[in-house]
């Protein structure tokens, strides 16, 4: 069994930065494949960014314009989101998840994540 723990939320003013962490237990990172995602108030959960289990190859979702970056830390087994450019329209709160795969193709979608960590709160005011 995983457990994903994830910090680093809390309250930005616009245009500034964060990083969220993703520490895992119970396995090691370097066989799972990991993503971000985000849920804001009234609307669904979405995709920030997907990365592979080797951390090669990632993936973003379509509006976030190259202000994020995920990336892992396999030997600290730990998965990072670093935010920049912060937005108000970022707010949410931000999940990290994780995936049984070796694919070399990060993994989109929702259904594909298995393990899921409590949520991190992010709110960036204007």
């Known amino acids: 069994q995983v457990q994903l723990v994830e910090s680093g939320g809390g309250l930005v003013q616009a245009g500034g930065s964060l990083r969220l962490s993703c520490a895992a237990s119970?396995?090691?990172?370097?066989?799972?494949?990991a993503g971000w995602f985000r849920q804001a108030p009234g609307k669904e959960r979405e995709l920030v960014a997907a990365?592979?289990?080797?951390?090669?190859?990632?993936h973003y979702g379509d509006s976030l314009n190259a202000r994020f970056t995920i990336f892992k830390d396999n030997p600290k087994n730990t998965v990072y989101l670093q935010m920049t450019s912060l937005k108000p329209e970022d707010t949410a709160v931000y999940y990290c998840?994780?995936?049984?795969?070796?694919?070399?193709?990060?993994?989109?979608?929702?259904?594909?994540?298995?393990?899921w960590g409590q949520g991190t709160q992010v709110t960036v005011s204007s």
């Open positions: 990365i592979n289990w080797n951390g090669v190859n990632t």
């Open positions: 998840a994780a995936a049984e795969t070796l694919s070399v193709y990060p993994r989109r979608f929702q259904n594909e994540y298995v393990y």
């Open positions: 119970g396995r090691t990172f370097s066989s799972l494949s």
